[in-house]
Structures are given as C-alpha cells and as structure tokens.
T-cell receptor, first 112, second 116 residues
Framework: AQKVTQAQTEISVVEKEDVTLDCVYE???????LFWYKQPPSGELVFLIR??????QNEISGRYSWNFQKSTSSFNFTITASQVVDSAVYFC?????????FGTGTRLTIIP | GAGVSQSPSNKVTEKGKDVELRCDPI?????LYWYRQSLGQGLEFLIY????????KSGLPSDRFSAERTGGSVSTLTIQRTQQEDSAVYLC??????????????FGSGTRLTVV
C-alpha cells in the first residue's frame, strides 16, 4: 500500500516570507514517482513538478524549489519570497505501480 | 483538444436520480483517472483506465458507481440513485503511457455535483 502525508493542514505567512510545505510518503516499490500540484481558488489542479525515485537531485524553478530525500521519504516544497498569487491548496502525490495517490493537501495563505 | 474537458461543469440533481459525468481526455492519452474531491478534502481515487486493459475499479465507493471508456477515449462516470454524500467535485485526469510521459497528469476543471 502507498500513502502520502501532508501534516500541515493550513499555513499562513506574510508576503515575501519563505515557506516550506512538507510531504512524507510511504511505498514498498523501488521505482516510484512524486508530484506536486497546485489548486488555486479556481479549482483546477495545476501540475508543478514530477520526480523519479532514482533521481534525488533537487530542483529549482524560479521561486520554487523541491528537496527530495529518499532517506527520510520526504519530498518538500519551498516557495521563496512568497507572493499573494501563491495562495492555494498544494497537493503532494505518489505514483507507485499504476495508481496515483494524493495527500490531503496544505492550504497556503499569503497575507499581503 | 488542448486540455482535458469535463462536462457538465455543474450539476444539481435530486436525491435518487441517476447522473452521468463526461470526460474528454487529451487526444492520444492512454491513461485516464477519475477522482472525487469533497469540500475541503483531498482527492479520492475512484477508477483508472489504461489502454485496452481492464480498468482498476478499486476506488469506487459502492456499486452505484460505474464508469466506462469508449474507444479508448471519452469516459463516462455514472452514479445511480444519487445520495447527498455523493455531492463533490469529480475530477478527471489523463496522461500518456506513463513510461513515455515526462510531465504529470493533466486534470480537467471538474464537475461539481450537488445532490439535493
């Protein structure tokens, strides 16, 4: 069985602060894929990143960065210099085998 | 089309009626998923189609729920004898054969179902 845990239900930070969203996963598969999705108030899920289990290299894309650590089964997401437009619910997801399993999401509110 | 299209975008139905929700995946995408998102909740897996293989129905919550995918493209999720607890946003996602895909799954905008 696979499981994704996003322990932070809600986070609020003041604009321009950095914020890290935690994601811990469980799987017995040696090959798996991890994702982050953003769900703004409009409701549509927006794909942010995919990482493969055999590639632990961290990634930076603009103000976004991801830290993948197999030793702790974590795939954390950091937003640097947050902006109001970053306010959304963020989901971490795991694909092991055929099924994509989502965490329960973290609601991020950026306070202007 | 350019994205995953779902219809209707909103559906209000009376308890006990049947509803059909439609998903048009991106052309050429062989994998198709249905998820359900209740208010303020995460995404609950319902069913998965991959090419011509038998679908993975392990997430369907009851036998009132069924889904089919015709010609490997359009999918319809049917809920019979709807109940108030079926009220949720139903999301469809598609992707290429995962071995060839470099991105993620593309989600539609969802169908918001309200059972009154």
């Amino acid at each position: 069985a696979q499981k994704v845990t996003q322990a932070q239900t809600e986070i609020s930070v003041v604009e321009k602060e950095d914020v890290t969203l935690d994601c811990v996963y469980e799987t017995r598969d040696t090959t798996y894929y991890l994702f982050w999705y953003k769900q703004p108030p409009s409701g549509e899920l927006v794909f942010l990143i995919r990482r493969n289990s055999f590639d632990e290299q961290n990634e930076i894309s603009g103000r976004y960065s991801w830290n993948f650590q197999k030793s702790t089964s974590s795939f954390n997401f950091t937003i640097t210099a947050s902006q109001v437009v970053d306010s959304a619910v963020y989901f971490c997801a795991l694909r092991a085998g055929e099924k994509l399993t989502f965490g329960t999401g973290t609601r991020l509110t950026i306070i202007p | 089309g350019a994205g995953v299209s779902q219809s209707p975008s909103n559906k209000v139905t009376e308890k006990g009626k049947d509803v059909e929700l439609r998903c048009d995946p991106i052309s050429g995408h062989t994998a198709l998923y249905w998820y359900r998102q209740s208010l303020g909740q995460g995404l609950e897996f319902l069913i998965y189609f991959q090419g011509n293989s038998a679908p993975d129905k392990s997430g369907l919550p009851s036998d009132r729920f069924s889904a089919e995918r015709t010609g490997g493209s359009v999918s319809t999720l049917t809920i019979q004898r709807t109940q108030q607890e079926d009220s949720a946003v139903y999301l469809c996602a598609s992707s290429l054969d995962f071995g060839r895909a470099v991105g993620g799954y593309t989600f539609g905008s969802g169908t918001r179902l309200t059972v009154v």
